[in-house]
């Protein structure tokens, strides 16, 4: 049974970081693509980070380039997001993701989610 388990949410001001952290309990983690997806209140779940099988491939939504990092450990069966210059619009329910393909940036393309972490971003 697949099980992901998202951490490392909070409360934090414009400006400041968080790292979340999903780990994931399957024996063959390095086998799938990973992704980091966000739920405002009101708002469809949309993608804000990919990362390949190997690692190798990376993607992110334009409104978190250049701040956000997507990172896995495939001996520790674990996904990161480190998250910087925290704006208030990042403020959501962050869910990890595992896909069967090699990569995907796409919802749809997601077999197994995690049960998410708040991040709020106060201004």
């Known amino acids: 049974q697949v099980k992901l388990v998202e951490s490392g949410g909070g409360l934090v001001q414009a400006g400041g970081s968080l790292r979340l952290v999903c780990a994931a309990s399957?024996?063959?983690?390095?086998?799938?693509?990973m992704g980091w997806f966000r739920q405002a209140p009101g708002k469809e779940r949309e993608f804000v980070a990919a990362l390949s099988r190997s690692g190798g491939s990376t993607g992110y939504a334009d409104s978190v380039k250049g701040r956000f990092t997507i990172s896995r450990d495939n001996a520790k069966n674990t996904l990161y997001l480190q998250m910087n210059s925290l704006k208030p619009e990042d403020t959501a329910v962050y869910y990890c993701?595992?896909?069967?393909?090699?990569?995907?940036?796409?919802?749809?393309?997601?077999?197994?989610w995690g049960q998410g972490t708040q991040v709020t971003v106060s201004s």
């Open positions: 993701g595992i896909s069967s393909l090699y990569y995907s940036v796409r919802y749809a393309d997601y077999d197994y």
């Open positions: 399957l024996r063959t983690f390095s086998s799938y693509a």
